[in-house]
């Protein structure tokens, strides 16, 4: 067996490093004598040192061994022993930051479906050994779909639409700010008053500047994430490359995909990029990860990289679809919360401003939730299930294969018996988002297609 | 197979409502005690709804509850005010459960829980030989399929 990489040793570290700023704090803000600074700094740089000792006496112990799979061996209290078979592993990342090209190591984390996480293993390897995982299957039979500069930077400047609500939200806070300050101190006479009056206008300049650069930095680090994206199929494999600082490589079994999703943001909707993600059975657990296989693509680059990247994904297209009777459901809760705007403009001053904000965001709610509505939809074929819908500002088109479904609901209110309307609701596996709602479908024929999908055969009905 | 809700799920909601109105009527009757008798009125507000519900509700809920399975999918409707019907294909099912609590059992209920990889869905209340005859015929499918 061969020890990681000594940058486990610096992961397993980090931790203990912030008990070596302890003294530090203590001497500059603590109270007490030098003596009792000095005898309480060396408990904590003691303490420290004795983890840190722990962490490297782990490191030692540590093994791995790369053979028709990984072995890895770890823990030193709780000592572990896994074993992932390469046919098991549904997805392999290998991830390289700064400091890993620097010291010439690799993060390699082995995905297994199932939903325990303790199947899946992490090991740090000299990036010689990584290179074991990128070998080639087949030589010469590989599809490559890179991703263009612009849609990236546009998928990057909407990285949320929240991300656009800020900018819309920074400048009325300081305009806020500006206008509160004028208004309080012209009618305020007492001391307290002044000095809240003097201090609010830069308060509320300095919480805009801050999500003008929260904005920014958002910005900077899907970007980061997202440019030089390229997806190849070899195989049955699928490579995923991405990251300027931080490169991640990720190898994706094509054959354990159990959804795909398109995603767009009303922002990308204006210039027709759509965002394609995957489930793959054992990736995308951990927290931040986007299983993205086209960042940002218009709908003739997407079906060219669809094509290239998921030939035999089955899709079908959305047959049913809600009524017209239906556009009120969708538009009216929008519409409530627009029209709620009007009582803080009734108040007039300062928060006219606020009104105007929550008026802008009402109307973007409103458009998505329209869109949305004449996008809904539901499909079943003999392979697959299609459901088109919109969750808060951003709308979905998820395609999977019927052995994903598990299991479906059909809902129907009050109002919906009335109007012979029904949600539909689709349960089925994945690493995150499992649930799919379309609202407002016609009942008899929502239900005959549940029906099928549920492989209830037709004359038994 | 045909699957229903019978007296002993009845009973059992019937149960239910009157402690969830016993324990409602209790709190605002305390509260009533702590800040205005006014509150009192509320306490008899939580008293009608309860009495009223105990009454209605239950036979209401068997009268909707359907059930169905014809070794392709099991079938549920359920809901009174808010309809739900459900679909489980067979081939999705990776275990189910059959339990009880003790006073479904004094009532000759069972609950049956269908889980699959995205998640599970309940079926309760249910007649304890239905839901034994329920189980036993999706064990008997599971063997086959092995």
């Known amino acids: 067996m061969q020890r990681p990489h000594p940058l486990y040793l610096y992961y397993d570290i980090k931790k203990w490093l912030l008990l070596l700023l302890l003294p530090i704090f203590r001497a500059i803000f603590a109270n007490h004598d030098t003596i009792t600074v000095i005898l309480s700094s060396i408990r904590d740089v003691a303490m420290a040192t004795a983890l840190i000792a722990y962490s490297a006496i782990k490191w030692n112990k540590a093994g791995y061994l790369l053979n028709n799979g990984l072995i890895l061996k770890q823990g030193l209290i709780y000592q572990r022993r896994i074993r992932v078979l390469a046919k098991d592993a549904a997805s392999i990342e290998i991830e390289r930051n700064p400091l890993m090209w620097l010291s010439g190591g690799r993060r390699v984390r082995i995905n297994t479906a199932g939903l325990k996480r303790r199947a899946d293993a992490t090991v740090y390897m000299p990036a010689k050994a990584a290179k074991i995982f990128s070998q080639h299957q087949t030589p010469g039979h590989i599809k490559r779909v890179y991703s263009r500069i612009i849609p990236v930077v546009i998928l990057s400047a909407s990285s949320s639409n929240a991300a656009l609500g800020l900018l819309t939200l920074a400048p009325a806070l300081k305009q806020a700010g500006q206008i509160l300050g004028r208004e309080v101190s012209g009618e305020v006479y007492g001391l307290i008053n002044r000095i809240i009056s003097l201090g609010l206008p830069p308060l509320f300049n300095t919480i805009a500047n801050i999500l003008v650069l929260g904005w920014c930095f958002a910005f900077l680090r899907t970007f980061t994430r997202t440019a030089g994206f390229t997806a190849e199929r070899e195989g049955s494999r699928i490579h995923l490359v991405s990251g300027l600082l931080t490169t991640r490589n990720i190898y994706i079994d094509g054959t354990r995909i159990t959804s795909l999703e398109l995603r767009q943001t009303l922002f990308m909707r204006l210039f027709g990029l759509h965002t394609v993600t995957i489930t793959a059975a054992g990736y995308g657990r951990e927290k931040g990860a986007r299983p993205v296989i086209v960042p940002a693509a218009r709908p003739k680059e997407l079906c060219k990289a669809l094509d290239a990247l998921l030939p035999e994904y089955p899709t079908c297209p959305a047959t049913v679809h809600p009524p017209l009777k239906a556009l009120a459901g969708y538009a009216l809760p929008p519409l409530m919360f627009t029209l709620g705007s009007f009582f803080p403009l009734y108040t007039g001053g300062i928060w006219n401003m606020f009104a105007a904000v929550w008026f802008i965001l009402g109307i973007w709610w409103m458009i998505v939730r329209l869109i949305g509505y004449q996008r809904a939809g539901f499909g079943v074929n003999e392979g697959a299930v299609t459901m088109r819908y919109s969750i808060g500002l951003a709308l979905y088109e998820i395609h999977l294969p019927r052995e994903s479904a598990d299991c479906v609901r059909i809902t129907q209110m009050p109002w919906q018996k009335r109007g012979g309307t029904c949600t539909v609701e689709l349960r089925s596996f994945g690493e995150k988002r499992r649930h799919h709602r379309v609202r407002a479908l016609p009942y008899n024929e929502a239900k005959r297609l549940v029906e099928m999908l549920a492989g209830i055969p037709r004359n038994e009905k | ?146």
């Open chain 2, 1 to 146: 197979m045909q699957l229903s809700a019978d007296k002993g799920a009845e009973k059992v909601i019937t149960l239910w409502i009157t402690l969830a109105g016993v324990a409602a009527s209790s709190i605002i009757s305390a509260l009533a005690g702590l800040i205005t008798p006014w509150l009192l009125i509320l306490t008899i507000i939580a008293g009608v709804i309860t009495v009223v519900a105990a009454i209605w509700y239950p036979p209401e809920y068997a009268r909707h509850f359907k059930g169905s399975f014809d070794g392709y999918a099991i079938r549920a409707t359920t809901g009174v005010f808010i309809k739900k019907e459900l679909f489980v294909p067979v081939k999705a099912l990776r275990t189910f459960e059959l339990c009880s609590t003790p006073v479904q059992r004094l009532f000759g209920c069972r609950t049956v829980i269908l889980r699959f990889a995205g998640g599970a869905a309940l079926l309760p209340l249910l007649p304890a030989g239905q839901a034994e005859k329920l189980v036993s015929e999706l064990e008997r499918i599971e063997d086959c399929d092995c």
